[in-house]
């Protein structure tokens, strides 16, 4: 242990003896939650919902009809109970519920006026907005064609409930995707980097036949940008709750723990990176290119998964970030705990296991 910890006190003074290091480690999610925060938006092109129908009759089934042959929709579910309803949120993939009261068509015909409620998942206000609206358009679409048949007027209002976000700010949708790229390019990056400039700098050889054992200089490696990232998410929440405003609904402790999780997955990859190359330069662009551009693209934070042909998500699903993603929305916007979040928790688990086990399987203790 005075061994580990003497490398641990090294590894903390090369960092902050690296200004490039240290800008890189908190300049970058300072300058990336401010960017994703503030200045993108996206929208969504069709969803799972489901529908909830207490009327069950003619107008009702037509409605739903109209729904689900629109393409922007997929019909997950038809449910009559409204505690039900909050359920269907809680399981992650649905976007959108559709609402008919009883007497739905008797209050159309008699009344002249009736309502449906569409309540929306409004953790992602671009596709909450995008969505209501193509369901206000089917709606609108049915009571002219019955007007027109009728020859009388009558009227459908859709009464919107937005679930989780009421004032549809984008940084709800935002700052859980930052959160997921952040930790992940700063530890692969770090963490890969520094061990490949033991490689340049000739110190490996060194380290590798010296009495210490070489897991013990892996650990050394990698626990100081560890507790780095912990740092990091501490900005990245403070910045996110008071200047961006976002809730905090759940578990704090809960989501330090999922966090720790991606982190050491992150510092996994980071170590096989290093293992595969031998210049800085060749890391560094790995790293990104492994880190950034799927995090962007697969995680579900600047373009809806939903849109992608299936291969493309099924690739997704390999990637930490996405369920990293899922968890972060999960406990900061709707308030879950453990118990609703346990499948994609187990998944990064698993996924942090295979990866510092393979990691510490090809770490070469022999040099070429």
Request: charged share 15%.
């Amino acid at each position: 242990m005075k061994q580990l910890i003497i490398f641990i006190r090294k590894e903390f003074y090369h960092v902050f003896r690296d200004n490039k290091s240290l800008l890189m480690l908190f300049g970058l999610p300072i300058a990336q939650i401010v960017l994703f925060g503030f200045a993108l938006t996206n929208e969504i092109k069709n969803s799972n919902i489901v529908i909830c129908d207490y009327a069950q009759d003619i107008a009702s089934s037509q409605i739903i009809e109209k729904i689900a042959h629109a393409k922007n929709f997929n019909i997950k579910k038809k449910i009559i109970d409204r505690n039900q309803i909050e359920e269907s949120f809680k399981e992650g993939d649905v976007k959108l519920v559709v609402v008919f009261p009883a007497n739905f068509q008797k209050d159309l015909y008699h009344s002249r006026k009736a309502q449906i409620q569409v309540i929306a998942d409004a953790s992602d206000p671009n596709t909450a907005t995008t969505l209501t609206g193509y369901i206000t358009s089917i709606v609108r679409s049915y009571q002219q064609e019955i007007n027109a048949a009728a020859g009388g007027t009558v009227h459908i209002v859709p009464e919107i409930r937005m679930l989780y976000n009421p004032e549809l700010k984008g940084a709800t949708n935002f700052v859980p995707g930052v959160m997921a790229l952040v930790l992940l390019l700063v530890c692969v990056l770090m963490t890969s980097v520094s061990i490949v400039k033991e490689k340049e700098k000739g110190t490996m050889e060194i380290l590798l036949v010296s009495p210490m054992n070489p897991f013990v200089f892996i650990i050394a490696k990698a626990v100081p940008y560890f507790f780095l990232s912990l740092i990091n998410l501490t900005v990245i929440l403070l910045m996110s709750i008071y200047l961006l405003e976002m809730p905090m609904n759940g578990s704090l402790i809960l989501l330090y723990f999922v966090s720790s999780i991606l982190i050491l997955c992150a510092l996994s990859l980071g170590l096989l990176i290093s293992n595969a190359t031998e210049t800085q330069q060749a890391a560094m662009l790995i790293s990104l290119m492994a880190m950034l551009l799927p995090t962007v693209l697969f995680s579900g934070f600047m373009f809806p998964l939903e849109n992608m042909p299936q291969p493309l998500q099924w690739i997704a699903n390999i990637l930490p970030s996405k369920w990293y993603y899922i968890i972060v929305k999960s406990i900061m916007i709707k308030g879950l705990g453990l118990m609703s979040i346990w499948k994609e928790t187990l998944i990064l688990s698993v996924m942090t296991a295979g990866l510092l086990f393979i990691s510490f399987k090809k770490f070469k203790i022999r040099l070429q």
